[in-house]
C-alpha cells in the first residue's frame, strides 16, 4: 500500500492514501469512491461531508442502507474514530443530538444521520 498523503483538510492536517484525496478535495459535482472493506471509503466520505458542512447554514444528509450500518461505520468514523484514524469531528467542535438525529457543528452547518 503506498504511503499517506498529508495535506490540509478544512483546516486540519490529515493523512489520507491518494485516492482518498483525490475523492475529498474534488470539486466536481458527482464524484465516486469504490473499493473493497477496509479501503477508506468511509473515512473519506466523512471528511468530504466535513467540508460540505463547515459552511455556515448547510443542511447536509448522511444515510446508509441500514441505520445499524450507519453507526457502526460512517458514524463511527465521525465521532470515534476507526483504526489509525482519530475522529474527524473534534471532540467540542459539535453538538450530537442523537434523539433528532442531528449533529450541528460549532460555526458550521448540520448534519442529518
Known sequence: MPAPVKAKVVERDVKLQKKQLDFVLSKKREVMFSG?????????????????????????????????????????TLLVGEKEYPPVLTPGSYEYLETKSLIKLNGGGTIAV
Open 36 to 76: 473493497a472493506m477496509g479501503s477508506g471509503k468511509s473515512v473519506s466520505l466523512a471528511w468530504k461531508l466535513l467540508s460540505h458542512a463547515m459552511v455556515p447554514g448547510s443542511f447536509c444528509l448522511l444515510t446508509r442502507k441500514t441505520r445499524e450500518s450507519l453507526t457502526n461505520s460512517t458514524l463511527r
